[in-house]
C-alpha cells in the first residue's frame, strides 16, 4: 500500500508542474441558486480558494459574502430575471415558479450566460453541497481536455460537476432533447441535465458528433450510504481531499444526502484552518491538540466499525462470479 501510496503522489506532483504550464487553460463553474446561503458556506469557498485555476459564477440573490474567494464571483440576479433571461435566449417562457427548478436549466448555461463565459475555454456547471479538493490535478490526470464533454461518474452524466468545451455546438446541443419545451415548461423539475440531456449527449458521442469523457474522481455519500458503508470519512488537508477509510483521493464529496439527516451540525469553521472533515455528522474544521485526539479517536472507532464491510467486499471480490451467483440465489 505504502509504495502504491508513494507511486501515486510521484504521478500528482508530475502533473501539479504541467498545470502550471498549462494555466492559460480556462474553467469556469456555473451555478444558479436563489435563496439564504447553506449554512456550510464557509466551507465550500476555503476549498474554491484551494482551487485558484478554476474560476466560478455563481448567480444568485443571496448577496455577496464577506469572505468571497478572488477566483468566485458573484453575479447578482434574481429568480424572476433568471426566468426573463432564460426566456428569451431559448425562445419561449420558461416560467420559473420555485427555485429547484433551476436545475433544469443547467445544460443551457452555456447560452444563457455566454456574455459571461466568453473568455473561457471551458464552462460547466456544478452544486454548492460539495467541498473540492484539487480539482485541476484530477482534470489533467483524466487528460478532460481532449473531450468535448467531461463528467465525473463512470456511468452517468452527473448534474454536479460537467464540464464543455466553450464552443457554440455544445452550448446549444440541449435544443436538440425531443419535448424540450415539455421539459422546461413543467412546474416539477425533471432532472433534464442527468435525464434526458444525458441521452442527448450519449447518441451524439456514438454518432461521433462529440468526445464524451466519464471518470471516477468523487464520491456522494448516497453512494457510501448505498453500499452499506457504516462510516466514511471524508479529511480535506491544505486543498487536498481524501475518503480517509478507502485510501482514495478525490476530486471532490458531495454531500447530497447527509445533509437532510437529523444531527447534521455544521460548526464554525476558524480563520486560516487547514483541516475539514466531513462525514454523516456534520462537517467541521480541526485546530489543536484537543480536537486533533478526538479526530484520531473518531477514525480509529470508525476504522474498526468498517472494517467488516471491507472484508466482505473483499470476499466478494475473490470469489468467482459463477459462486456468487449460487450465493445470491440462495
Same mark, same amino acid.
Given at each position: ?128 453541497? =460539495?467541498?473540492? /479538493? &484539487?480539482? *485541476? ?5 483524466? %487528460?478532460?481536455?481532449?473531450? @468535448? #464533454? ?74 457510501? =450510504?448505498?453500499? /452499506? &458503508?457504516? *462510516? ?5 488537508? %491544505?486543498?487536498?481531499?481524501? @475518503? #480517509? ?86
Amino acid at each position: 500500500m505504502a509504495m502504491k501510496m508513494q507511486a501515486e503522489e510521484s504521478r500528482v506532483d508530475g502533473i501539479e508542474h504541467d498545470v502550471a504550464e498549462h494555466s492559460r487553460v480556462k474553467i469556469c463553474l456555473v451555478i444558479a441558486y436563489f435563496g439564504r446561503w447553506p449554512a456550510w458556506m464557509d466551507y465550500y469557498w476555503a476549498s474554491c480558494a484551494a482551487n485558484p485555476q478554476v474560476h466560478w459564477q455563481i448567480f444568485t440573490d443571496a448577496g455577496t459574502p464577506q469572505n468571497l474567494p478572488g477566483n468566485v464571483f458573484v453575479r447578482a440576479m434574481t429568480l424572476e430575471e433568471l426566468d426573463f433571461r432564460a426566456s428569451g435566449t431559448i425562445g419561449y417562457p420558461i416560467n420559473l415558479r420555485h427555485p429547484y427548478k433551476v436545475c433544469d436549466l443547467k445544460p443551457a448555461y452555456g447560452e444563457i450566460f455566454a456574455s459571461e463565459l466568453k473568455d473561457y475555454q471551458y464552462w460547466g456547471y456544478t452544486d454548492l453541497d =460539495i467541498i473540492y /479538493g &484539487r480539482l *485541476r490535478v484530477f482534470l489533467e490526470l483524466e %487528460r478532460f481536455s481532449a473531450s @468535448d #464533454v467531461f463528467t465525473s461518474a463512470p456511468r452517468l452524466v452527473v448534474g454536479h460537476f460537467t464540464i464543455f468545451r466553450n464552443t457554440h455546438h455544445l452550448q446549444c446541443l440541449y435544443r436538440k432533447t425531443p419535448n424540450l419545451q415539455d421539459i422546461l415548461q413543467h412546474y416539477e423539475c425533471q432532472a433534464f441535465d442527468e435525464k434526458a440531456f444525458a441521452d442527448v449527449l450519449k447518441r451524439e458521442a456514438d454518432s461521433g458528433g462529440i468526445l464524451l469523457k466519464r471518470s471516477d474522481i468523487q464520491l456522494d455519500d448516497i453512494v457510501c =450510504i448505498q453500499q /452499506g &458503508r457504516p *462510516r466514511f470519512v471524508m479529511l480535506w488537508f %491544505r486543498g487536498r481531499l481524501f @475518503d #480517509v477509510l478507502a485510501f482514495r483521493e478525490l476530486a471532490y464529496y458531495h454531500f447530497i444526502k447527509t445533509k437532510y439527516l437529523a444531527g447534521f451540525g455544521i460548526e464554525k469553521l476558524g480563520r486560516n484552518c487547514p483541516l475539514i472533515v466531513a462525514d454523516r455528522t456534520g462537517i467541521r474544521g480541526v485546530s489543536g491538540s484537543g480536537m486533533c485526539v478526538s479526530l484520531i479517536l473518531t477514525l480509529i472507532v470508525s476504522a474498526a466499525v468498517t472494517l467488516p464491510w471491507y472484508l466482505r467486499v473483499l470476499v466478494k471480490r475473490m470469489l468467482p462470479r459463477s459462486v456468487m451467483s449460487l450465493l445470491k440465489a440462495r
